[in-house]
């Protein structure tokens, strides 16, 4: 969109502008209910990260808004930059428009230029399928009644909070153990525990000690007056010792008086799979909560080079040529090519499943001949999931 007479943008907030960037979110995110997005949401809506905050103005005042939090993960011993995508709104009365359109693609050229090689968007709506973002990934839900959890024995827990600059750097160093993990600084790590929020719920972050050492952490959504779960307390984030994170979520279940607990978990962690198993647990496959897109295949396939090297050999994955087509919208077909031979996906959201659909309906599930096979060995790659990073 060019600017015109009627709209400004897109571009960034100034300073003084920030306030009323959280004023239209809250009006269109908590219109109605009490909460604050700025208050929720501070590592996006920070006057020290403004570049982060695309906006389209109208007479001065802004009118529409898309949020982009760039984060380095750790995936299987890869490093890789998402953009993660939220408080995406525009103001009712300039609804119809193509704002929010307009933003989102100023999101992605503004997430492809700081080298994001995925974006993970917390919602799906048109907006972003249309865009070549859907729902993709495979990750585990397990559901424990409260009477089947582990006692806590031996073990004490500690809130973890934004005061706590000691506790909150030894529950930083159990993440460090983790295969599948964010690169968080402390600070940000603190300013993320001081929303006591979490993938959009109240939520509280504790740490567990056995014998007086740290050995692991959990981050959990608390139960709420809504029908679905009002008697559940959720694990979205965990790190260390499996057994001591379901027995320190048995404690904040009682206490909580939740009926049940539900860990969301990575489909890799066999060990929380095992123990979930012994314990009865009902277990359930879920996609990403929300959409993803890929932004830029060449960066996808070089940032996970050394783990496509360990499952294919280093001279194969040498060996194999990838090249994409891209519109506006983003991916439109892949080929990866060995040799003389080629294997070619077209469509975006095709493309996505082959990276990162696990399931048989990947199209590398019933592609032909030898690069085909190896492909299968050498995808999917991992997803993170939100954490206390969802915006």
Known sequence: MEASKEFDGPTTPTAEQLPAVVELANRVFRSGRSGDMGR????????????????????????????????????????????????????????????????????????????????????????????????????????????????????????????????????????????????????????????????????????????????????????????????????????GSRPDVLAAAGALTARNHAASLQVEAYAQDLTLASLAAEAGAKAHSTAFPGTVKILDVATLWQDFWPLLAERIGPATARSIDVSFQADDFGVQSVEIRRGSEAVKIEGAKEALSAFFDPSDTSPLATAQGPLAELLRQALPLPLPMYGLNYV
């Open 40 to 239: 929720e949401y501070p590592t996006l809506f920070r006057p020290d990260g403004l570049e982060q905050m695309r906006i389209v103005l109208h007479k001065g005042r802004p009118v529409s808004h898309v949020g982009v939090v760039l984060g380095d993960v750790s995936l299987l011993g890869c490093s890789t930059r998402v953009a993660s995508i939220g408080a995406v709104c525009t103001d009712e009365a300039f609804r119809g428009r193509g704002l929010g359109g307009t933003l989102m693609d100023d999101a992605v050229r503004h997430a492809c230029k700081q080298g994001a090689a995925v974006m993970l968007i917390s919602g799906g709506r048109s907006l972003y399928t249309r865009r070549g973002a859907y729902s993709v990934g495979a990750f585990a839900r397990y559901t424990f009644a409260a009477d089947a959890l582990p006692t806590m024995d031996g073990l004490s827990l500690d809130p973890v909070t934004a005061d706590g600059v000691a506790i909150a750097g030894e529950a930083l160093r159990l993440f460090e153990g983790e295969p599948i993990r964010y690169h968080r600084d402390i600070e940000d790590y603190r300013t993320q525990l001081g929303s006591r929020n979490l993938v959009n719920r109240p939520g509280e972050t504790v740490l567990v000690r056995r014998g007086g050492r740290p050995s692991a952490v959990l981050s959990v959504n608390l139960p709420l007056c809504v029908p679905q779960q009002k008697d559940v307390l959720i694990v979205q984030e965990l790190a």
